[in-house]
C-alpha cells in the first residue's frame, strides 16, 4: 500500500492544521492507522493511531489538542491539530501497521512560529 500525507504547512502558535493520509488502496477498519512525527535531531514519536473498536491513542504530549479520525469508505487518515505549539514542529508520516510490516507515507513538514 502506499500513502500520501498532506496538509502541513507553516502556522503560528495557537492555530490549527488538518493532516491528511490517503491511501492507495482498501485498508479495513480493523487495521491500525497512525501518525508519527520526527523533529530536527530528534528519533521519530508516537503521535496517534486509531482502528475500529478501541478509543483512538494519544502521546500525552497532544492529549486534547489533537484528533485522529479515519474515512474508511475514502481511504483517508486525519490528524486535526489544534493549538498548536512551537515543539509540535515536525515532520509528520503516517502509518498503517499490518502483522505482516508497516507502511510508512512520505511525510509532510509541519512548522509552528512562536
Known amino acids: 500500500v502506499q500513502l500520501q500525507a498532506s496538509g502541513g504547512g507553516l502556522v503560528q502558535a495557537g492555530g490549527s492544521l488538518r493532516l491528511s493520509c490517503a491511501a492507495s488502496r482498501t485498508i479495513h477498519s480493523s487495521v491500525v492507522m497512525g501518525w508519527y512525527r520526527q523533529a530536527p535531531g530528534k528519533q521519530r514519536e508516537f503521535v496517534a493511531s486509531?482502528?475500529?473498536?478501541?478509543?483512538?491513542n494519544y502521546a500525552d504530549s497532544v492529549q486534547g489538542r489533537f484528533t485522529v479520525s479515519r474515512d474508511n469508505a475514502k481511504n483517508t487518515l486525519y490528524l486535526q491539530m489544534n493549538s498548536l505549539k512551537p515543539e509540535d514542529t515536525a515532520v509528520y508520516y503516517c502509518k498503517v501497521h499490518y502483522r505482516s510490516g508497516d507502511y510508512w507515507g512520505q511525510g509532510t513538514q509541519v512548522t509552528v512560529s512562536s
Open positions: 486509531i482502528r475500529s473498536g478501541r478509543d483512538p
